[in-house]
């Protein structure tokens, strides 16, 4: 849109503003009514930009003069609004970490942190789930001639589990928002990578929102559509179907018709694999039980670096309890929760990745998978 | 113990439901049998006054008798895990109530967590008991199954809570095994009582 500038000479140029004002019905600034135009008076209207053609055009073919005074109104428009998003420098002002999202919202978020943080943050595709929806993880990397180690983390794989997904946009937030001033994070970030996976279970967290709260796996139909869902935790291929399953759909703990089976299985596959010689550490979020499971869910038999594993993640459940004295349990998932197999963690093990942990956030049971939005903040940050 | 059962024996601490405050510890031994239900033996000591137990127990029951209008709410929490503070002590009534099902329902294999209340009605007396229909989602695990209960709650001051329930998961086994028509009215209710 433009606004032009024009100062009539004769009764005639006069006569043709007014009708061709009325005829567009262009805004006027200056006079506001058409009835207010004077020959040798100051007139400015603004055109929207379908009719700037036709409208100049017309002024040159009865030799009226005119001056172009804004070459753009939605820029100075934008220039002089503060926009809400794009002032802030590291997180989208007004996004508040302390309540649940929706995943149209986390989708904008993510464009968002990218493109406030552009020097640290790269958002890429994943894949499409199995309702053609995009799956994207957000690289936290500070710009360096080296290749660093990668540390994985993804959230959100069963819907149900909110307080996850919260978790990973916390997580974010954190790391940005003290990158400057915690020279803690800096070294880190100095040797590392962070490939971090908001939600996962992009149709399922949707289906969680808008029809069944405690909706578990994603959204692929079985049996001619009369049953939907695979648990995308018992699809990977780590002992796939092995134990800790069903064959049936109608289970929650449904593997699949197959290991990868699902597309959501397949694209986080297909990352990790390209890059696995690289990641060090492959962390996956869920709710509820205050765990920190290490390998393996589909056998007893201890992973090969198991006492390290142990160490690591004492050290951590140690570090989470100081903060709001959270008790954490700490164990292989066979030896303290029960049996499953086609788990994340396991695959990650199993494929090399040394670091492989299941973190069960809170809580113990009290709230389950609707914890409160007051607890998100504690949670966070002593996970954190 | 060979030929009879396993044999669990257990020290564990308790915390009160709804404010998260230490409530005591107990020791217990559960014996899970062959063919029947498991025998279960404890002892508990209370951290909290016995009689500031009973004096709000007291308090709750008479709002509950002094309804004019029944209470009637949904989603007990909501998705976002809120519930109104009013709400908080029927909540807690849904939590007792449920524990009755989830012991009945738990095995050496499977256990239960309350996930959420759907609904909850009361039902106002003229005698002096408070009387509510819960609708309660458990969640069971390892199977992460959700299983819808619908349970009846009697409580007389001063005396056990009587429970009734059906879940819907009882009644697809009927429907599958005895190949009755579908039709959810013929199920088993359950009746429990006595010190819990």
């Not at chain 1, 796939?240 to 399953?245: A, E, L, N, Y």
């Not at chain 2, 007291?58 to 809120?82: E, V």
């Not at chain 2, 050496?108 to 039902?123: D, H, I, S």
């Amino acid at each position: 849109d433009q606004v032009l500038h024009i100062v009539p000479e004769t009764l005639q140029q006069v006569q043709h503003l007014q009708h061709l004002c009325s005829t567009f019905l262009l805004d006027l600034w200056k006079p506001p009514l058409p009835e207010d135009i004077w020959a040798g008076e100051d007139l400015d209207i603004r055109v929207p930009a379908p009719l700037l053609q036709a409208v100049k055009d017309s002024l040159d073919q009865h030799m009226i003069p005119y001056k172009v005074l804004i070459h753009d109104v939605q820029e100075l428009v934008d220039q002089s609004m503060p926009r809400e998003m794009s002032s802030h420098r590291q997180t989208p002002e007004g996004y508040v970490y302390t309540q649940y999202h929706p995943m149209d919202k986390i989708y904008e978020w993510m464009t968002l942190i990218q493109e406030n943080n552009r020097e640290l943050v790269t958002q890429h595709y994943l894949g499409n789930t199995f309702e053609n929806r995009p799956m994207y993880y957000l690289k936290i990397s500070q710009p360096s001639d080296k290749t660093k180690k990668i540390i994985w983390m993804d959230c959100g794989i069963h819907a149900r589990e909110w307080i996850s997904p919260a978790f990973c946009q916390w997580f974010v937030k954190e790391i940005l928002q003290n990158y400057e001033s915690d020279a803690k994070i800096r070294r880190f970030l100095q040797n590392l990578d962070l490939y971090i996976l908001p939600v996962l279970n992009v149709d399922g967290y949707i289906y969680s929102w808008e029809t069944a709260r405690l909706w578990r796996k994603n959204r692929s139909p079985h049996m001619n559509g009369t049953c939907y869902g695979t648990d995308l935790n018992r699809n990977f291929n780590s002992s796939w179907g092995s134990v800790g399953v069903s064959y049936n759909c109608s289970s929650e703990i449904f593997c699949g018709s197959g290991p990868e089976s699902e597309p959501e299985t397949k694209a986080v596959v297909q990352l990790i694999e390209s890059k696995k010689s690289d990641i060090l550490c492959y962390l996956t979020i869920h709710s509820y039980g205050q765990y920190i499971l290490t390998p393996y869910g589909s056998t007893t038999e201890p992973p090969s670096n198991n006492e390290e594993l142990m160490h690591v993640a004492q050290e951590a459940a140690a570090a989470l309890m100081g903060k709001y004295g959270t008790s954490y349990e700490v164990g292989s998932t066979s030896l303290i929760l029960y049996s499953n197999s086609g788990s994340s963690r396991d695959w990650a093990h199993m494929i090399g990745i040394p670091f492989s942990y299941t973190f069960e956030l809170r809580d113990k049971g009290t709230y389950g998978f609707v914890l409160p939005a007051d607890q998100i903040q504690p949670t966070c940050e002593e996970t954190m | 113990i060979p030929a009879v059962g396993v044999k669990y024996y257990l020290h564990f601490t308790t915390e009160d439901y709804i404010s998260g405050q230490n409530a005591g510890s107990c020791v217990a031994t559960v014996l899970y049998l062959k063919n029947s239900r498991p025998a279960v033996n404890i002892k508990c000591l209370h951290t909290k006054d016995q009689n500031q137990i009973q004096d709000e127990d007291n308090r709750f029951h008479q709002q509950l008798r002094q309804q004019t209008k029944p209470i009637i709410a949904n989603d007990i929490p909501d998705s976002h895990g809120n519930i109104d503070r009013a709400l908080i002590p029927v909540w807690g009534l849904a939590v007792a109530g449920s524990s009755y099902v989830m012991f009945e329902k738990s095995t050496e294999n499977l256990g239960y967590f309350m996930a959420q209340v759907k609904a909850v009605k009361q039902r106002i007396r003229k005698d002096n008991a408070a009387e509510f229909e819960f609708a309660v989602l458990l969640h069971e695990t390892p199977t992460q199954k959700i299983d819808l209960c619908h349970i009846h709650v009697i409580w007389t001051l001063g005396h056990p809570l009587r429970v009734k329930y059906i879940c819907a998961s009882e009644n697809h086994r009927l429907e599958d095994g005895s190949g009755m028509e579908s039709g959810s009215a013929s199920g088993i209710l359950h009746e429990r009582e006595g010190n819990f």
